[in-house]
């Protein structure tokens, strides 16, 4: 018996590669001001900026730090082999900073007006994974 492929399948999930030194820094309670400008790559370190800026009244400037870490985190998930849509997967704890960071985008759009941005946000993190959409929102 042949096995053939599936071919209606979507694409395979993407898995971000861990920083486990930037992550460490963040966990030991670092500034996520210093791990991002230390590891300027790592969405992690541009959620936990872009929630603490939320929820300090600061929108703007949350939809700026919450930007950069999601552009981050596209830059990094092409170069894991995304090709623009499938499963970002909330379990891999390394795709949780980009995941953020799309919520946060999300969030501080609807929040400074931007309603099409805000609504596409949140689409995109629904379709990339619907567990984290899920989590995130319960906590906002």
């Known amino acids: ?8 399948a979507g694409p395979p999930p993407t898995l971000l590669p861990d920083n486990p030194e930037a992550r460490q820094m963040l966990e030991a ?3 996520a001001a210093d791990v991002a400008a ?3 790559a790592h969405s992690a370190a541009w959620a936990a900026l872009a929630d603490d800026y939320f929820a300090a009244g600061h929108a703007v400037t949350s939809y ?3 930007r950069t870490g999601y552009h981050r985190g596209l830059d990094q998930l092409r170069r894991a082999g ?13 795709n949780q900073g980009f995941l953020r960071c799309l919520n946060a985008l999300a969030r501080a759009a609807q ?10 946000c949140a ?6 994974s619907q567990e984290a959409a899920e989590a995130l929102t319960a906590n906002s």
Do not use: C, T, V, Y
């Open 1 to 8: 018996m042949e096995s053939h492929e599936n071919l209606l």
């Open 29 to 31: 309670g670092a500034k």
């Open 38 to 40: 230390r590891f300027p």
């Open 64 to 66: 700026a730090f919450a």
């Open 82 to 94: 995304w090709k623009g849509h499938g499963p970002i997967p909330w379990e891999h704890e390394p």
């Open 111 to 120: 929040a400074i007006g931007e309603k099409d941005e805000a609504e596409r």
């Open 123 to 128: 689409q995109f993190l629904r379709d990339s």
